[in-house]
């Protein structure tokens, strides 16, 4: 009798059951079809057309600004900055428009969005949330812009794109380099000419001591000055001190000049680099011996 009573309660208790995952099955089944009726699927289609054209827009752009730039090279600068600011207006844009087309926008669907949203960021999302909000703090704050020559975590080259996610560098070896926004906000970054189309370089020369330093001054200026490169609306400067160079003394001689664009800064470093070679060869200024020194 005992073991009756048990299996008479085991059924009692799966009839009751039973009703109730029924009634899941159908409440799942209706959360279903009430997210499926917030998607309008015409305009998913013009979602659709909506992404494609505005991608061949930034495409064209892109493209356009490449060709002024290299024609009027004096708003370089002004069209790069241009196109970064149409690009991040773009990506804001496009999102708005596609979720307005693409869904009912009523309560139920805030809710769903506003928990999406929460989720992704919370866990999945959290890097690039924390990348979007650095690019958002990079543009307003500009540590540096479009088009400036940049140093940052030993990479040297010139900022192309700033994007919602990552800033894209060339290289002065024509490498491209993406580096996450939210990397600047707790790195160092050295802009050489923040906005202006003209850079100061800095190009060490070494002498010995016994050799003329004066003169050995005057050339690195004149060379500099009569660069092709030069801006010369900026002054040239060439500092002197003795210095330690392979445990044995010598002069060194800093030639800080401006180059009218950054594009031309190695060939204008070496352009003065060679002009002062010459020049030193043919007025017998030596650079720094040891051996020479001992004689």
């Not at 500099?224 to 609306?233: E, G, K, Q, T, V």
């Not at 352009?271 to 011996?289: A, C, Q, S």
Request: aromatic share 10%; hydrophobic share 50%; glycine share 4%.
């Amino acid at each position: 009798m005992p073991h009756l009573a048990i299996i008479m309660l085991c059924s009692l208790a799966l009839m009751i059951s039973a009703p109730s995952a029924a009634e899941e099955a159908v409440s799942d089944i209706q959360d279903i079809k009430q997210i499926a009726s917030l998607v309008r699927w015409s305009g998913v289609f013009f979602s659709l057309l909506v992404v494609a054209a505005t991608w061949l827009l930034l495409k064209f752009v892109k493209s356009l600004i490449r060709t002024l730039g290299t024609q009027f090279v004096q708003y370089r600068m002004l069209l790069q900055k241009f196109q970064s600011f149409f690009q991040f207006f773009m990506y804001l844009s496009v999102a708005a428009i596609v979720l307005m087309l693409s869904f009912r926008i009523n309560d139920h669907m805030l809710a769903l969005i506003g928990g999406t949203l929460a989720v992704a960021v919370g866990f999945a999302l959290k890097d690039l949330a924390a990348s979007f909000i650095a690019g958002i703090t990079v543009v307003i704050d500009r540590p540096f812009q479009v088009g400036d020559r940049v140093t940052f975590e030993g990479h040297y080259g010139d900022i192309i794109e700033i994007g919602l996610r990552s800033v894209r560098m060339r290289t002065l070896s024509d490498d491209i380099i993406t580096i996450p926004n939210n990397k600047f906000l707790n790195e160092i970054t050295s802009s050489g000419n923040y906005g202006a189309l003209d850079m100061q370089v800095v190009i060490p020369f070494y002498v010995g001591l016994d050799e003329d330093i004066a003169l050995a001054r005057d050339l690195i200026q004149e060379a500099a000055s009569s660069s092709r490169y030069i801006h010369l609306p900026k002054p040239v400067v060439v500092l002197v001190k003795q210095t330690m160079t392979e445990s044995y003394l010598a002069v060194q001689l800093t030639c800080k000049a401006y180059v009218v664009d950054t594009a031309y800064e190695k060939l204008f470093e070496t352009d003065i680099t060679l002009r002062v070679m010459k020049e030193f060869k043919t007025h017998g200024i030596k650079p720094p011996n040891s051996a020479f020194q001992n004689i």
